[in-house]
């Protein structure tokens, strides 16, 4: 190999990370722009029981595929399987616009999120293989940055595109800025596998992970919802996630190449960051699902004020991560994420008790506390796993941490939906007297949809007593993300004192797989 390969100029490795930069907000936010545009697409298409799946089959997708695709990565080279998401990405959004019901669309849609599992874990693990190590830090926090802009600016793109163009150009616009990112990664992005090599592939153990993953995803999505917890299709579902795993764990301890090597949970770092990232995920997603509900269905703010609320929270997710950043030169893994999780904690303590009459401004400040304390960590988890991962698993390790805390997201939003159903109907029982509300209406009062609606027909005191009830009940919810956030500081103690280091020296170099050259300077 030609040293001279393996260092890029200044000027190459900004288009790159340009590149990269833009395919983080391209997966994002294909996931939220959709979202203002969906009761258009629902009327044209015809399709209003099936609208949940628009969003669903994207996150599943895209969820089950971010392991394998970063053993792969490992294995075959980071380039051609991020070629290959980048394909599969562009190649759903034309199908998504060229969509006649919604039944294609949702398919269409499942093809896009195979793309986004391929390019989110790989994406941050370029980021380690063609950076200086004193500079990941930098990019990590523009990452950060960019994924929570994304969440963002989705919704009003959405609505600006819908409106001006047609709703099928919400999938069109990927087009021109996919080509820009091949464009540049196919010329300046390169393999170091060692071809003479043949590789090992487990394919028994990546079809039982995705069949794992996607039985137990899906029956928690479903439970309570379009069925019963104890109903026939839930329990089917996860008695075959479980033995699905059983059999996972038998074929991974006899393989040579396991899609989860031992070792990666072997480390306390790993491992404690692993747990903190799928408790960050039950604490984001309950916040992003939860605090909208509060403030427009308890506190009786209306639509702009449900996403109004959301904004400080993203927009300080960015001051987190950046402020992560300085945290890592001076601190250990460990206090960051206690930081982290403090922070957190101490939002979701105040939506605790948050009186329904508060004024906006104090839900904001709270907001603003928990996205600061949500940032922190994003960059830290993802620097703390992929630093303490050998460099021939640095693909899996660091896909695994967006897999945590995606799967912490749907675990935590099943939980809290639990939650906050059980104690609702008990709530209204509890009021009923104190509002004077009895008879048909009183039993009626078990869909916060009622309160969503601009035409209630709900009187007064029903819809005084419902405020109040779904206060209590989504609250109680908040409480429990709280102990969520307390379970977060127990696993950043396990992490030890390990810290990010830059004492050695490191060089931009060429993107290594698993049998290339270890990075000067990284590694425990």
């Known amino acids: 190999m030609n040293p001279d390969d393996d260092r890029r100029t200044k000027s190459q490795l900004n288009w790159m990370m340009s590149a990269l930069l833009i395919s983080i907000f391209l997966t994002q936010v294909d996931q939220t722009i959709v979202s203002t545009a969906l009761p258009t697409i629902v009327s044209e298409l015809d399709g209003l029981n099936q609208m949940s799946w628009v969003f669903t089959v994207y996150m599943l997708a895209s969820t089950v595929v971010m392991p394998i695709a970063g053993k792969l990565s490992d294995i075959f080279g980071r380039k051609s399987f991020y070629m290959l998401g980048l394909f599969l990405f562009m190649a759903g959004s034309i199908l998504c616009g060229l969509a006649d019901n919604m039944t294609q669309l949702i398919l269409f849609r499942g093809i896009q999120g195979l793309g986004a599992g391929f390019i989110i874990p790989i994406t941050f693990t370029l980021v380690f293989t063609i950076m200086p190590k004193e500079k990941a830090g930098r990019y990590q926090a523009f990452y950060m940055s960019v ?181 890592l030169k001076r601190w250990t893994y460990r206090a960051g994420i206690i930081a982290s999780m403090t922070m957190a904690g101490l939002g979701m303590l105040g939506m605790s008790y948050m009186p329904l009459d508060v004024s906006f401004w104090i839900v904001a400040f709270v907001m603003l506390l928990m996205g600061i304390g949500i940032g922190i960590l994003m960059p830290l988890a993802q620097m703390a796993v992929t630093y303490s991962a050998a460099d021939r698993i640095k693909g899996i390790a660091t896909s695994t941490v967006g897999f945590s805390r995606a799967v912490g997201g749907v675990f935590g939003s099943a939980v809290l939906a639990a939650i906050v159903n059980n104690r609702l109907s008990a709530a209204v029982q509890e009021h009923a007297a104190e509002f004077n509300v009895q008879g048909d209406e009183l039993a009626g009062l078990t869909d916060p949809q009622l309160l969503l609606s601009a035409d209630s027909t709900l009187s007064a005191a029903a819809t005084g007593l419902f405020r109040q009830a779904l206060g209590d009940s989504v609250q109680l919810g908040f409480w429990f993300l709280v102990v969520v956030a307390g379970l977060g500081i127990i696993a950043a103690l396990w992490t030890g004192t390990a810290r990010f280091e830059t004492d050695v020296p490191s060089s931009p170099v060429k993107d290594n797989s698993s049998n290339s050259a270890a990075m000067p300077g990284i590694g425990h």
């Open 147 to 327: 994924f929570a802009l994304s969440s963002i600016v989705g919704p009003s793109l959405g609505a600006l595109i819908t409106e001006h163009l047609d709703w099928r150009w919400n999938f069109y616009i990927n087009i021109p800025i996919g080509l820009y990112i091949f464009a540049i990664l196919s010329r300046r992005l390169h393999d170091n596998r060692d071809k003479a090599t043949r590789p090992s592939v487990d394919v028994k153990g990546a079809l039982l992970l995705s069949l794992t993953t996607l039985s137990i995803l899906l029956a928690l999505k479903m439970g309570g919802e379009q069925f019963a917890w104890l109903s026939v299709p839930i329990i089917g579902l996860i008695a075959l996630g479980a033995v699905g795993l059983a059999l996972f764990l038998f074929v991974e301890k006899r393989v040579a190449e396991p899609i989860l090597p031992p070792e990666l949970f072997r480390s306390k770092v790993i491992s404690g960051t692993l747990t903190a990232t799928f408790l960050q995920g039950m604490i984001m997603y309950g916040a992003l699902l939860y605090i909208p509900l509060f403030v427009q269905g308890s506190m009786g703010g209306d639509v702009g004020d449900a996403g109004n609320t959301l904004t400080p929270m993203m927009f300080s997710m960015m001051i987190g991560a950046t402020l992560s950043n300085v945290l």
